[in-house]
């Protein structure tokens, strides 16, 4: 919900906002001094996000006709709120309406914002885009690319597909300038490329996913994988990188860098537990399971939460079940090919992309929300959700652990398996 106080630079200090807190009774009929209009305002704020509608609804109603514009501006903001809340939202929108009237102040804006999406759920599309328009002018930078987006997708509605294309160019997030994707493959090429060489199988053997060496424990090797691929031949490596190129920056471009580590972390570790507990034992390579992963994620997210993409973004999601429906097939069919690992990548990369909205676009979910609309407590299903997450990837550890030294009765012996692998090829799904 929009915050009805003016801005911060005409707040009243710490102290007096504490006091003002504590009020309950409304000052008698008369013209409000400054002070007292702020003080009205806070306490106002306060019932508004504690629940209390009516008696938030009172406390704007005695400050709406205050001298200063600022504040009756932002009295009618928080009026229109409180009405919204207690379900008159004609009421509502007419008081937004009100704030219009006035000369422009820091709550106009945001009263744009709520007039043009009442007109939405109207269904007066033209009028919410004449409002979003309005709103877009006044706009803080942060804010702009959000306007665009939802005036992009009145237009489409609209009929125009020029001026919607014009607005998602504006509104569309941009990945980063240089993807944390590129560093990545940049670094798997080169050690890769460095265990093809002579001499390379002790950085083989070392990053490798040897079982018996994990149930040993070295769990640095469920993430150490996705750096080596087959030495015999550079295919699974090119095919593999190229998978990556395509699904890293589109991953990146919805989450950010930050979380685009964290998913691919995460997805490595995935693919390379659903192999220790299920896989052979033959020691395998490649990072095909962090990459079903990123293909898991966009499938997931584009499902869930309708992300704004560019035309290759929404080409590649277009395609990112087909793909992986023959990946996973050809995995089957094909002696040779760690499926329990793509399984496992992408499984996690489903339930991420489920868990956490892009942050770096647009989505359908929050296209038409006001600020403030959407629970606050929805913040707290992602770190759950990893944490499960978390919780399965340990029990998978512990259960491969197990299961791998039954089989060598108790030890852990991994002398000699350098020179006796048979190389997994993971079938990229690019």
């Not at 509502?92 to 102040?105: G, I, K, Y």
């Not at 998978?243 to 990146?252: K, R, T, W």
Request: aromatic share 8%.
């Amino acid at each position: 919900m929009s915050d009805p106080r003016p801005p911060a630079d005409d707040q009243p200090a710490a102290g007096d906002q504490a006091a003002a807190g504590t009020r309950a009774e409304l000052p008698p009929p008369g013209p409000l001094s400054r002070e007292q209009a702020r003080e009205l305002l806070d306490r106002a704020a306060e019932l508004l996000a504690s629940g209390d509608y009516k008696e938030a609804a009172d406390h704007y109603r005695r400050i709406v006709g205050n001298d200063d514009a600022n504040v009756t501006a932002a009295a009618l903001l928080g009026l229109g709120e409180a009405l919204y809340r207690l379900d008159q939202a004609d009421a509502a929108v007419a008081t937004w309406e009100a704030v219009l009237e006035l000369p422009d102040t820091p709550s106009t804006y945001l009263a744009w914002r709520n007039v043009a999406a009442a007109r939405v759920r109207e269904g007066d599309l033209k009028g919410a885009a004449a409002a979003y328009r309005e709103a877009e002018r006044r706009a803080p930078p942060q804010d702009r690319a959000e306007i665009a987006t939802r005036l992009g997708w009145l237009a489409k509605e609209t009929g125009n597909v020029g001026a919607s294309r014009r607005y998602f160019a504006r509104g569309r997030g941009g990945g980063p300038a240089f993807p944390l994707t590129w560093l990545i493959i940049g670094l798997t090429v080169v050690v890769s490329v460095a265990a093809m060489s002579l001499g390379g199988d002790r950085i083989l053997a070392a990053l490798e996913l040897d079982k018996r060496a994990v149930a040993a424990g070295e769990y640095y090797r469920l993430w150490s994988v996705v750096l080596v691929h087959d030495p015999t031949s550079l295919l699974h490596l090119g095919f593999n990188m190229y998978a990556l190129f395509i699904a890293g920056p589109l991953v990146e471009q919805l989450y950010g860098s930050r979380l685009f580590l964290v998913f691919y972390l995460l997805c490595a570790a995935a693919g390379s537990v659903a192999s220790f507990v299920f896989g052979s034992e033959v020691p395998s390579v490649g990072a095909s399971g962090a990459i079903f992963g990123l293909f898991g994620v966009l499938l997931s997210a584009s499902r869930a939460h309708n992300p704004v993409l560019d035309r290759r973004g929404r080409s590649l999601v277009g395609q990112i079940g087909t793909l992986i429906l023959i990946n996973l097939a050809f995995g089957f069919i094909v002696p040779g090919i760690d499926n329990s690992a793509h399984i496992g990548g992408l499984l996690a990369g489903l339930w991420l992309g489920f868990l956490f909205v892009p942050g770096r676009v647009t989505t359908l979910r929050n296209l038409w929300q006001r600020p403030g609309d959407a629970a606050g407590g929805t913040s707290l299903l992602p770190a759950i959700g990893v944490a499960a997450l978390v919780c399965v990837l340990a029990v998978g550890v512990v259960v491969g652990t197990a299961t791998w030294r039954a089989r060598e009765g108790g030890t852990a012996d991994t002398a000699g398996t350098a020179s006796a692998i048979v190389l997994l090829s993971r079938s990229s799904p690019g």
